[in-house]
């Protein structure tokens, strides 16, 4: 939606004013336990920042496609998007970019970074 006062019905972000991260509560966080984007899917936004295929380079969006850029053959740092339980709700979008290396498995566990599934359910 287009109404960020209502982004944490939707995505388990933090509220821009909560307290600095060591002083937070974390919720229990369930699949579907915010309300569906107009598609119907849960959990798009928030929750995990989302490995994504593309490659982190700084300048490629100003000179790729404008339509569906595959991104950067080759790179040291994967792009995360789609924020994560620990961070604040500006951040939860695809647009924002937020780049970590690669092979780097415990840089993964501190920015709570997975994968997002989606399956058709009858």
Same mark, same amino acid.
């Given at each position: 939606?287009? &109404?960020?006062?209502?982004?944490?019905?939707?995505?388990?972000?933090?509220?821009?004013?909560?307290?600095?991260?060591?002083?937070?509560?974390?919720?229990?966080?369930?699949?579907?336990?915010?309300?569906?984007?107009?598609?119907?899917?849960?959990?798009?936004?928030?929750?995990?920042?989302?490995?994504?295929?593309?490659?982190?380079?700084? &300048?490629?969006?100003?000179?790729?496609? +404008?339509? &569906?850029?595959?991104?950067?053959?080759?790179?040291?740092?994967?792009?995360?998007?789609?924020?994560?339980?620990?961070?604040?709700?500006?951040?939860?979008?695809?647009?924002?970019? +937020?780049?970590? +290396?690669?092979?780097?498995?415990?840089?993964?566990?501190?920015? +709570?970074?997975?994968?997002?599934?989606?399956?058709?359910?009858?």
């Amino acid at each position: 939606g287009d &109404d960020a006062a209502r982004l944490q019905e939707y995505a388990w972000v933090c509220a821009e004013d909560a307290p600095r991260p060591g002083e937070r509560q974390w919720p229990e966080l369930t699949v579907g336990g915010r309300r569906p984007n107009n598609w119907g899917i849960h959990d798009m936004h928030g929750s995990v920042w989302e490995w994504c295929a593309d490659w982190w380079d700084e &300048d490629y969006y100003s000179r790729s496609p +404008l339509s &569906d850029p595959p991104g950067p053959p080759t790179g040291h740092f994967k792009l995360l998007r789609g924020g994560a339980v620990k961070s604040y709700g500006r951040f939860a979008r695809s647009a924002f970019r +937020l780049f970590a +290396l690669a092979d780097n498995q415990s840089m993964a566990a501190d920015y +709570l970074a997975g994968a997002r599934l989606v399956i058709n359910l009858p």
